[in-house]
């Protein structure tokens, strides 16, 4: 694909930016169906599986040369084809120091990062982006860590859209952990949709700007309050979770005792996991750690209780379940939260439960959704003689009977 001859290359860096503020909208008053970019996107890939001889002839067939309405559109073909092209195929035919061609081969030779590319395509577009630095919480943070004293480990961007500032992660939209293990095959690249105009009270959690402003908050966090909110995956937005009991990553036990709470707006199955901070293990004396904890979800919220079967510290990892209904859709559960929990004591009560068919305890939503009444709706009963009655009203069940005549 080549450009018109006519066509010239033209840029808005070196321009002035205008000034970080807070977007007045939020991520869906853009969009709220991914749906309505599908001609974009699909063209998106298509440009990525072309090869393109020159960077003029890159951005002419991803951008110029379709009739784009919006700089919305424009930026969301920028950040579609990045995230399905390989950036260690690309090639042109000649690479001079300074070029866009320059900017875009870098990567694949470890001297470039995606942010930057991002950059590059967006200003060659006529859209104004930055370029922000600091710390992200990647494949190897744990609740806990520090980055004091660290060299900055992530680089991603703001884009200008209709006059406001929308932050963007190119790089992490690839990809996502699948598991909740650190190793190379769990690391499976994909499009995220997530990290496309993230909201900025969504994505403190896992990036830090260290120019305060360009977190785009209404105030901005300092780095040890960033370092103490708790680890926070993607999917954690997506099913509409959020923290209700503990706000910090790293919490502590009493008498070797605590209760998680979160909330969630989107109907979501859940479970978790339990390791020690200290080796990774999740046995101890011959059970695992999970059998230590008591899941019970209500409506719109869960808890994780947790009995300690001894002092130190512990990863606390809470997987979660969007129910789409779709059919043909995998449902997989997904590394949403984690927390490190100091257990001070080994809890009195610090007996294994026995195994429950699908995590959680007590009536839970399906209960109501069969019109049952329990009498009792917590996962935990209480009894002063060692006796507990529990009893279930079913609902009304109404038949409607057809007679065929006879003979007929």
């Not at 870098?106 to 001297?111: L, P, Q, V």
């Not at 200008?160 to 293990?181: F, G, P």
Request: aromatic share 14%; hydrophobic share 35%.
């Amino acid at each position: 694909m080549h450009a018109p001859y006519n066509f010239q290359l033209s840029s808005v860096q070196g321009r002035k930016l205008p000034p970080p503020l807070r977007s007045r909208y939020r991520k869906f008053d853009l969009y709220r169906d991914v749906g309505q970019f599908r001609v974009i996107d699909n063209h998106a890939i298509t440009v990525a599986e072309t090869e393109h001889k020159t960077f003029r002839d890159l951005i002419w067939h991803l951008v110029h040369s379709q009739n784009f309405q919006s700089e919305l559109e424009k930026a969301r073909a920028i950040f579609r084809w990045m995230t399905c092209k390989n950036m260690y195929t690309i090639n042109f035919e000649s690479v001079k120091s300074g070029t866009p061609e320059d900017v875009l081969t870098s990567f694949k030779n470890k001297k470039g990062t995606y942010a930057r590319i991002f950059e590059t395509m967006c200003n060659h577009a006529g859209l104004y982006c930055a370029v922000l630095t600091g710390f992200a919480k990647g494949l190897d943070y744990r609740p806990g860590d520090e980055f004091k004293g660290t060299e900055y480990n992530h680089s991603w961007n703001a884009v200008y859209v209709d006059d406001n500032w929308y932050l963007v992660d190119s790089h992490w939209a690839t990809r996502y952990l699948i598991s909740e293990k650190n190793m190379p095959e769990n690391l499976v690249y994909e499009y995220d949709d997530f990290y496309f105009l993230t909201d900025p009270e969504q994505l403190i959690y896992s990036h830090w700007s260290q120019k305060e402003p360009w977190q785009l908050l209404s105030r901005p966090l300092s780095l040890k309050e960033f370092e103490d909110l708790p680890l926070v995956k993607s999917y954690f937005f997506k099913c509409g979770m959020y923290f209700m009991s503990h706000q910090k990553g790293v919490v502590s036990t009493k008498k070797g005792r605590i209760a998680l709470t979160l909330g969630f707006v989107k109907p979501t199955n859940f479970t978790y996991k339990i390791v020690f901070a200290e080796n990774g293990d999740e046995m101890h004396n011959g059970n695992k750690l999970k059998s230590y904890a008591l899941q019970e979800t209500g409506y719109n919220e869960v808890t994780f209780m947790l009995r300690a079967p001894k002092s130190g510290a512990y990863y606390f990892t809470i997987f979660a379940q969007l129910l789409t209904g779709d059919i043909g859709v995998k449902n997989i559960f997904t590394a949403s939260a984690e927390y490190k929990v100091i257990a001070d004591q080994q809890s009195s009560d610090a007996v294994p439960l026995p195994n429950c068919s699908d995590s959680n305890w007590g009536p839970g939503v399906p209960v109501d959704q069969l019109g049952l009444e329990p009498t009792c709706k917590d996962a935990v009963l209480t009894t002063s003689d060692g006796k507990v009655s529990q009893f279930i009203k079913n609902c009304m069940i109404y038949t409607i009977a057809k007679y065929p005549l006879c003979g007929a």
